[in-house]
Each structure stands twice: as C-alpha cells, then as structure tokens.
C-alpha cells in the first residue's frame, strides 16, 4: 500500500501560544455516567456517547465499570484483533426486578457466546440508574484460562455491544445489531486520560514552562492528521516567527531543527506529566522558537482539505522541579531503513550503545542537549512507540552493561490507529554517557511486521520508521 505523506510547517513561538480557552474544554454532552467511586481512567467508546467504561488496575487485578445507555443486555470483551470472535467476553443485564445476571463467557464464531467452564470475570455490582445499566466487575490480569484474554502492557481491542432488552436467559441472547457495538484500542494498564482534558487551575500564566499539551484535531480532519512533531529550533529568530512553509525541501536555511519537544501520533489524548517534571521554556539555554511540523495521511490524495489542526499547550509561571525531556530511540526514515517488497515476517533491529548515545548519531538517537551536559543519569517516566502501517509489534529494550532489563516498553499488538503515551509504573533509571560508572544502557529497538496481517502485503518498499519517544 502507497503511504503517501506529505508536510506542512508551521513556526511559533512560545510567547505566542494562545490562552487556552475553558469554554472548548467542556464536553458536548451533558447525559454522562456518574462512576460508583473513581477510577482515574475514563473513555467513551462510542461517538454517541451511550457506552462508557470506567477502569482502575493494580499489580494482579483490574476492575472495569460499564454505564451504557440501554435497560437491557450489555455486552463487553477483550480481543487482540478487535473481531467480535474469538474474544473474551462477559455478559449482564439487571432485570425487571434488579437482580443482575453476569457471566463470564468467550466467542467463537457468528453466535451467541459460549458461557466459559472457568469463571474468572467476577460482578461485584449491577443496577440501573438514570443513565442506563452500570455493571462493575474485576478479574485477575492473568487468570490462567485459555478462554480469557491475558491482559498485558500491549494494546487491546475493547469491544462493546449492548441491546435495548433483557434475554430471558444466557442460552437466548438476540443479536446486538450491527449498530449496537464496536471497537476501541485501549492501553489499559498505562494510565489513559479522559477523553476531555481540564487543565490545571494555575495553567493561565502559560507563556514560560509548558507542562502539559493536548491535540487539537480539526473535525472532519482526524483521518488525516497522522502526527504532529513540535521541535526546538535554536537557530531561529523573531523574523522567522509566523512562517508556512513545505518541510524538509523548503525549510528555510538558517533553521536548524532537531531536538523534539513534543511528539503526538494519532489516538493521542492530552498528556499531564508527573508533577514534578515540566518542559522549560524561555529562559536561557531553553528553547526560544518552537517549530510545529504535521504529517498527513492522504493515500487517496483527496483535494481541498483545508487544515488547522494543533497542539494545546498549557503553560505556567510555576516552575516544576525538574526539566523534562525526551530521548528519541530508534531509526527514522531513511533510504536504508526499508522493509523489502512482499516480505512475510519482518525483523527490524535498531540499537544505541554508549558510543552511538556519546556520538549522538543522527540515524539511532536524537537527544535534548540539555541530557547530556547537564544530567549523568535520568529518570524516564513515560514512553510514546511510534511506527508506520507495517509495525505490529515494537519492543523497546533496555541492556545495561551484560544485563537485559525489563523492556521500557512493550507492545505485541501495536495499532498504528492508537498511538499514545505510555506512562511507565515507575520511574526507570537511564544512565547515558558517564566515565565514573562502568555501566551502560542500550538502548534496542524491536519492530516485527508480519506483512501479510490485516493492512495487506507491501507491493513497494516502505521506507519505514520506529521510534520510542522517551520521556524523562
Ligand atoms: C488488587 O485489586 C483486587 C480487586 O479489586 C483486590 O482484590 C486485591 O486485593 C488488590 N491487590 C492489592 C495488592 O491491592
Ligand atoms: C421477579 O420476581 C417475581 C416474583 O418473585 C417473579 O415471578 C418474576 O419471574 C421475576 N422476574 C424476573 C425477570 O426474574
């Protein structure tokens, strides 16, 4: 398949972001769920607004709470494929006189689910309110049942469908229709922001130290805008400011732009970072000039789209406690970096020793300066993988001196439709380039492609990509 990207630049300054607006943060719909007690992750899976879920995990268990906007069966499951079949799932109504009926159950084929011979998805509440039915219900991440989803850092298809009536039993369920469900790639165990972001109350003084930022996508635009790169452009001045222009060939001369501060891919939700960490900008040896670089997807080639499409950047005059910044691992696109025509299965291997992290090679790694001179070690708190349409599978591993640590980041069923941020569970030390330790990280990048999965065998060369954008 023809990947065609083509690029828009745009320059900005960081003084003249613009406030950003309460008035855009409030949702379109005002019929929404109240959770039984708070989760921390919450997302609408459908457009309509009539199917929420609400989720919370800890090291051995989640715990999900649907609300959706039906009286009569609910229908929920996991599945790496985002097929209703073969999937994990469990069923629940609350009948006519509020008893809830729960089973856990798995799917093979274009028929009512098979109720499992192992209960491992656990009810712990079922009612209706005003809303419609909330069911809440846990199981183990791992339950050691063939017929349960393994749940794991990777993405997963959430799939959901629901009926307006209750079955007279389990063995007679009546079809959802082909209305009443859908799919959604979700990170459930990295820790996922609501679909509407409320930016903190001190975020009105904006123009000195961005902390936080969140995608503005142009409605009827969201297909095409793939992802948007904003760098730090040292070498640019106040005559620079407002700029449009075509990337790479028409880039203007004396900029010089390779250091990125913030990175969104398509799916992104808005991004917090931890509270004691925030990007500095303005003051001195902080970048001054941002560049905003989007990449879009039109392998149509479709006429007259007109976008505007950004980032929100919320700032303010409180300063963190630490500079944050990010680490790129891994290749980026180039003439050496392609993955064969008609290729079945793929390996793509991409690692940074010390040399390469002392060297600073442009092809594996990218670095913030201020990493290097100012910090012997650092502390990465979240991960974004990125890849193009081939990758199904990126591996960010982490060799310390003869030692392979865990993974930084993992994903086996990797959605080139999701692409998000992933908050490590605890901060992970990185020790870069440091003669008073023997030690070394390196820093690996797996990408897998089994090029005849559901995107369809690459007819050309595809001159691909895979990053893991590290934050620290
Ligand atoms: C994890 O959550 C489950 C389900 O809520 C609970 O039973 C279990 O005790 C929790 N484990 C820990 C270590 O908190
Ligand atoms: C509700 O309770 C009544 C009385 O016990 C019973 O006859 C009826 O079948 C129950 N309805 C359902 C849907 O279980």
Redesign the pocket.
């Known amino acids: 398949m023809a990947f065609k990207v083509s690029y828009l630049l745009f320059l900005l300054v960081a003084k003249c972001i613009a406030k950003p607006n309460p008035e855009d943060n409030v949702p379109a719909t005002t019929t929404e769920p109240t959770p039984t007690e708070s989760f921390g992750n919450v997302w609408k899976l459908d457009v309509q607004g009539n199917y929420w879920l609400f989720w919370k995990t800890n090291a051995t268990h989640i715990t999900f709470e649907t609300h959706v906007k039906t009286k009569g069966y609910v229908g929920f499951g996991l599945s790496s494929n985002g097929k209703m079949f073969p999937s994990d799932v469990v069923i629940g109504w609350v009948?006519?006189?509020g008893?809830a009926h729960f089973k856990d159950c798995h799917t093979e084929g274009h028929y009512a689910p098979i109720i499992d011979a192992s209960q491992d998805w656990f009810l712990l509440l079922g009612k209706e309110d005003n809303f419609g039915t909330v069911l809440k219900f846990t199981r183990k991440l791992d339950t050691c049942d063939d017929n349960d989803y393994l749940i794991t850092e990777s993405t997963v298809k959430v799939i959901y469908s629901y009926h307006p009536d209750d079955p007279a039993s389990f063995s007679s369920l009546p079809w959802h229709g082909a209305e009443r469900r859908g799919a959604k790639s979700l990170m459930l165990l990295s820790s996922v922001k609501a679909n509407e972001y409320v930016p903190p109350s001190d975020a009105e003084q904006f123009d000195m130290l961005h902390n936080n930022y969140e995608p503005v996508i142009s409605p009827g635009n969201e297909a095409y805008v793939h992802h948007i790169l904003v760098y730090n452009c040292p070498t640019a001045t106040d005559a620079d400011v407002g700029k449009v222009y075509e990337c790479y060939r028409h880039r203007p001369r004396n900029l010089k732009c390779s250091d990125v501060v913030i990175a969104w891919a398509v799916g992104g939700v808005a991004f917090d970072f931890p509270s004691n960490a925030g990007f500095s900008f303005m003051t001195p040896g902080d970048p001054q000039y941002l560049v905003m670089e989007t990449h879009f997807n039109n392998p149509t080639m479709k006429s007259g789209i007109v976008d505007s499409s950004g980032l929100r950047i919320t700032a303010t005059h409180t300063i963190r406690q630490h500079d944050a910044g990010i680490l790129q691992a891994g290749a980026k696109v180039n003439k050496l970096q392609f993955v064969p025509p008609y290729e079945k299965d793929f390996l793509s291997r991409h690692s940074c020793s010390q040399q390469c992290l002392q060297e600073k090679e442009e092809i594996h790694i990218l670095m913030f300066q201020a990493l290097v001179t100012k910090q012997n070690s650092m502390k990465a708190f979240a991960t974004l993988l990125h890849s193009h349409l081939l990758g199904t599978s990126i591996v960010a591993r982490h060799i310390r001196g003869d030692v392979e640590l865990e993974p930084l980041a993992q994903d086996l069923s990797y959605d080139f439709d999701y692409q998000d941020n992933r908050m490590f569970p605890k901060e992970r030390k990185l020790n870069i380039i440091n003669r008073m330790f023997t030690v070394f990280q390196n820093l690996e990048l797996n990408t897998h492609h089994p090029l005849d999965s559901a995107r369809g065998a690459s007819k050309g060369a595809e001159f691909n990509i895979f990053l893991a954008h590290m934050k620290y």
């Open positions: 009948d006519s006189n008893t």
